[in-house]
C-alpha cells in the first residue's frame, strides 16, 4: 500500500511538475511600476505621514472652539462635632455630592491658532509634495531595474547568437581538416573560440538572473516565482530619443518649477515662517472668556425652621453656583525663553532657506550633468549604429574569403569578435540613451507612472 502511494505521488509529481514550470506571469512596464507603487513600503509610509498631517489640520481647527470640562464628585466624612441637645462632643458622618461644568475659550494669544493651523497646512502641502517625489523615486528605480533585464536579455540573445555561430564554424572547419584543406590547428583554435563563447553564455545568463533577482525585489514580489518581462521595441524609442533637442535653460527652469523636492522644501520654510511668528506673538497679551455652573447635595444641609432640605431642591436649585469671567494674562518675564525661542525660529528659517538654495543648485547641476550625458548617448549611439553596420559587412566578407581559401581562421574570429563587440555596444549604447531620458525626466520631475514606456 505505501509502495502504490509513493509511486501515485510520484507520478503526480512527475506530471504536474511541468505545468507547474510552465505557469510563469508576464509583467510588462507599466505593470512593473503599477506593482512597485502598490507594494513598496516606503510609500505606505509617506501616505501615513500624509494622513497624520490631515489629522494635525483637523486637530488645528478643533483649537477654534471652546474647551468644556465636566466633573462629578461624591464624599462621605466623618467629623466631631457639639451636639447642643445632648451636650456632648459627638462623632458625625456625612455625605455629599457635587458636579460642574465649565467651558474656556480662548479669545486672543497673538494669533497663535491662525499661525498654527497655517503652519500645519504648509505641513501637509510638504507631505504631499515627499509623497510624489517618493513615488518619482519608486517608478524610475523600477524603470531602470526593468532596463537593465532588457539590457541583459539582449546581450545575452547576442552571444548565444555568437555561439550558435561559433558551433557552425566549427563543423565547417572539422570538416575541412577531415579532407586536409585545412590544417589541424584551425580546428583546435576554432575549438577554444566555442568553449570561450559558452563561457560568454553563461556568464550573461547569471548576469540576467541576477538584474531579474533585483527587479523582483524592487516590486517587492515573491523572489521564487516564475516571471516573463516583456520586450517592448527599444530601438525604435533610441531611434525617437535622437531626434529630441533640448534647451538647457528650459530644463533648469522647467526642473526648479516642477521638483516635488523643491517644492516640498518651500513648503517647509512656509511653515517655519508662520512657527517663527507664532514665536513672536508669544510677546502679546493673551485674553480668555470662561463659564461654569455647579451644584452640590449635602445631607448636613438645612434651613432654619426648615429642617434638612431634599436633593432636588438643593442640587438643582438652593446649591446652583453659575460663574462667568475674563481673564487676561501679561507675559512680563519668563527667565528669556520666549526671546530664545524667538532666536531659535530664526535660526532654523535661515538655515531652512541656505538649504533650499542648495538644493537648487543641485538641481541644476543633476539637469546639466544629466543633459551633457543624454547629448553624449545621442552621438555614441549613431557612432556604435555605424560601427556595427561596418563590422557586420567585415564579418561577412572575412566569412566568405575564409570560406573560398582566401583569409585565415585568425582573421575570421576577429572580424567575428569585431562583430560581437560593435552588436554589444550597439545594444549597450541604445539602452544607455533610453535610460538617460529617462533620468533626465526624474530630475525633471516629469515621471507619473501613467505611462512609462522604452
Aim: charged share 20%; hydrophobic share 35%.
Amino acid at each position: 500500500m505505501k509502495r502504490f502511494l509513493s509511486s501515485t505521488l510520484l507520478a503526480l509529481l512527475f506530471f504536474t511538475a511541468p505545468i507547474l514550470a510552465q505557469e510563469a506571469r508576464t509583467i510588462s512596464i507599466q505593470e512593473a511600476i503599477d506593482i512597485a507603487l502598490e507594494n513598496n513600503y516606503q510609500l505606505k509610509q509617506a501616505e501615513n505621514n500624509l494622513d497624520l498631517a490631515n489629522e494635525s489640520i483637523t486637530n488645528e481647527y478643533a483649537d477654534f472652539a471652546p474647551s468644556i470640562n465636566s466633573s462629578i464628585n461624591g464624599s462621605r466624612r466623618i467629623g466631631r462635632r457639639f451636639d447642643n441637645v445632648t451636650g456632648n462632643i459627638i462623632d458625625v458622618p456625612s455625605q455629599g455630592v457635587g458636579a460642574n461644568i465649565g467651558a474656556n475659550i480662548t479669545i486672543f494669544d497673538g494669533f497663535n491658532n491662525i499661525l498654527s493651523l497655517r503652519a500645519s497646512q504648509q505641513s501637509k502641502v510638504s507631505s504631499e509634495e515627499s509623497l510624489q517625489r517618493a513615488k518619482e523615486q519608486v517608478i524610475f528605480n523600477t524603470a531602470s531595474r526593468y532596463l537593465q533585464v532588457l539590457l541583459d536579455l539582449q546581450l545575452l540573445e547576442i552571444a548565444q547568437e555568437n555561439l550558435e555561430n561559433s558551433m557552425q564554424q566549427l563543423e565547417q572547419v572539422r570538416a575541412q581538416v577531415e579532407v586536409g584543406s585545412r590544417p589541424t590547428v584551425d580546428l583546435y583554435n576554432q575549438e577554444a573560440q566555442v568553449a570561450s563563447d559558452e563561457l560568454a553564455v553563461t556568464q550573461q545568463e547569471n548576469s540576467l538572473k541576477f538584474s531579474k533577482l533585483v527587479l523582483v525585489r524592487q516590486l517587492q514580489i515573491d523572489p521564487l516565482g516564475s516571471y516573463d518581462f516583456v520586450v517592448p521595441e527599444t530601438e525604435i524609442q533610441a531611434q525617437q530619443s535622437t531626434g529630441q533637442d533640448f534647451s538647457l535653460s528650459e530644463l533648469i527652469d522647467q526642473a526648479i518649477l516642477n521638483r516635488s523636492d523643491l517644492k516640498s522644501e518651500i513648503a517647509d520654510i512656509k511653515t517655519l515662517e508662520y512657527q517663527l511668528q507664532m514665536a513672536q506673538g508669544s510677546l502679546y497679551p493673551s485674553v480668555s472668556a470662561s463659564a461654569s455652573i455647579s451644584s452640590s447635595y449635602s445631607d448636613q444641609y438645612s434651613l432654619p425652621g426648615q429642617g434638612s432640605v431634599s436633593f432636588s431642591d438643593q442640587f438643582f436649585d438652593q446649591q446652583v453656583n453659575r460663574s462667568y469671567g475674563f481673564s487676561i494674562s501679561i507675559p512680563l518675564f519668563q527667565n528669556w525663553n520666549r526671546m530664545y525661542n524667538i532666536q531659535s525660529s530664526k535660526v532654523q528659517l535661515k538655515n531652512a532657506e541656505l538649504s533650499f538654495d542648495n538644493s537648487k543648485l543641485q538641481v541644476i547641476q543633476e539637469v546639466t550633468q544629466a543633459y551633457n550625458d543624454y547629448t553624449s548617448y545621442v552621438k555614441q549611439l549613431e557612432a556604435s549604429e555605424k560601427s556595427r553596420r561596418a563590422s557586420e559587412r567585415a564579418f561577412e566578407t572575412q566569412q566568405e574569403r575564409y570560406n573560398v581559401g582566401s583569409s585565415t581562421l585568425i582573421e575570421l574570429s576577429q572580424a567575428q569578435a569585431s562583430y560581437v563587440e560593435a552588436q554589444s555596444n550597439y545594444t549597450q549604447a541604445m539602452y544607455n540613451l533610453i535610460f538617460q531620458e529617462k533620468l533626465l525626466d526624474y530630475y525633471l520631475g516629469k515621471l507619473s507612472g501613467d505611462n512609462v514606456e522604452f
